[in-house]
């Protein structure tokens, strides 16, 4: 096997170019065609149908690819290129075990920054089974990683119908979103939080913890109001719960529907309401002035139907979850 092997023949006038942002874990996520003349100085690695590219910078990313296309490429020297493995499927996905990842970082120079030269990548042993097992190993897991790329396809596309419809619903200049639901906080803290408890607490990532206590007997809808995130919302739809202070609780005033609350406020954009220069907040007294979708017929009609796509986005999202798990559990067992 070699690693950044010489270029057989020169770089055509027109190619496919894979620089480190066109990757993100084993897709590729940016298709660009660049011409020879106006291709950066990295673009300097052609491609063989079986390379492997391995990202030299922050390798805990998992920012590899296996590249199968046909297509002429030519790869950014951000990236290592091995070819001429075995049994590609198996070695790509032995790159990516926490036990490759590791021994990488040891070799790594840069903190924030850590990154390996390819003299470096290549001092590193592993052991392979017999073709038959690399054979074997590489297509299970492979399709796994096929399924993972169906489900966030369709978790992508299922996000961008719900936004879409959402912005369909009919706006009033005589209804605001204060018209709609009053603001409640809190001001349970992270530390505040216990791993066991009888309700559940939210945060911006969803559940955060539990308490033996509640703050909130009805379902609501939960909005990020500072820091990374501010605007985001998410349905809750527990009883009884409480949420973080880093979060703000917009409850259904009676008579509207709290899954017609949160496609409303999706449809809202929240970047015209963020003040401060640092840590960014939002105000439910500055946004509860917002034109916001009236609960007419045709708009709950339209909820409905936007809660519909969501549950169907949730189930694609357990499926992924579990998909990545037992990817996991295989790189973790099926490699020495």
Not at 57 to 76: E, G, M
Not at 167 to 189: P, V
Not at 221 to 242: L, P
Request: proline fraction near 4%.
């Amino acid at each position: 096997m070699e690693i950044n092997p010489r270029n057989k023949k020169d770089i055509p006038d027109s190619f496919l170019y894979i620089d480190l942002e066109s990757v993100k874990r084993g897709e590729l996520v940016k298709h660009v065609i660049s011409d020879k003349k106006g291709a950066p100085s990295r673009a300097q690695r052609l491609l063989e149908e079986g390379d492997i590219l391995y990202s030299c910078v922050r390798p805990y990313q998992h920012n590899n690819y296996l590249f199968t296309d046909s297509q002429t490429a030519v790869a950014s020297t951000g990236f290592a290129c091995l070819r001429g493995a075995e049994c590609p499927e198996f070695l790509y996905q032995l790159l990516n075990t926490d036990r490759f990842t590791n021994a990488v970082l040891e070799r790594c120079t840069g903190t924030s920054y850590p990154a390996i030269n390819s003299t470096d990548l290549s001092s590193i042993k592993v052991m392979l089974p017999s073709k038959n097992e690399q054979l074997a190993i590489g297509t299970l897991i492979g399709l796994i990683d096929s399924k993972i790329t169906v489900q966030n396809k369709i978790i992508e596309e299922l996000s961008t119908l719900i936004i879409q419809l959402c912005r369909t619903m009919r706006t009033s200049q005589d209804c605001h979103l204060g018209d709609l639901c009053s603001c409640k906080t809190s001001q349970i803290k992270e530390g505040d939080l216990q791993p066991v408890g009888q309700y559940p607490v939210y945060g911006a990532a969803g559940l955060a913890g539990r308490l033996d206590t509640f703050e909130f007997s009805k379902p609501g809808i939960a909005i990020i109001k500072d820091g990374a995130g501010v605007g985001r919302s998410y349905e809750i739809k527990s009883e009884h719960y409480s949420v973080l202070g880093t979060m703000a609780l917009l409850l259904p005033n009676d008579g509207v529907p709290t899954s017609f609350l949160w496609a409303a406020v999706l449809g809202l954009n929240f970047k015209s309401y963020v003040v401060g220069s640092g840590i960014p907040h939002i105000y439910f007294k500055n946004y509860s002035h917002a034109e916001i979708a009236e609960p007419s017929t045709y708009n709950i009609t339209l909820s409905r139907l936007i809660s519909l796509l969501k549950g169907k986005r949730e189930n694609a999202e357990e499926a992924l979850t579990s998909l990545q798990s037992q990817k996991a559990f295989f790189l973790a067992n099926m490699f020495i």
